[in-house]
């Protein structure tokens, strides 16, 4: 799904992430391990969807479902 959205092909919105805070921290430690970690490609994609908004902690999703009136 990520691929997907990184592609841009407009398919996919957004996406939700288990554990979005551990990804980030993820990728800045494999981008810091390059010799030029603002150019490394998957964290300039990351950071694209990131500013985007389009890559998402499964917790906003969690809290959105929550807020949503109850219809039974």
């Known amino acids: 799904m990520l691929k997907i959205l990184a592609d841009g092909s407009g398919s996919v919105d957004w996406v939700y992430h288990l554990d979005l805070a551990s990804l980030t921290k993820a990728i800045d430690i494999e981008a810091e391990k390059r010799r030029n970690p603002a150019a490394w490609s998957p964290k300039k994609t990351f ?26």
Do not use: A, K, Y
Not at 51 to 66: E, K
């Open 47 to 72: 950071d694209r969807l990131m500013s985007q908004n389009r890559l998402r902690d499964f917790d906003d999703l969690v809290r959105v479902v929550q807020s949503l009136p109850n219809r039974s």
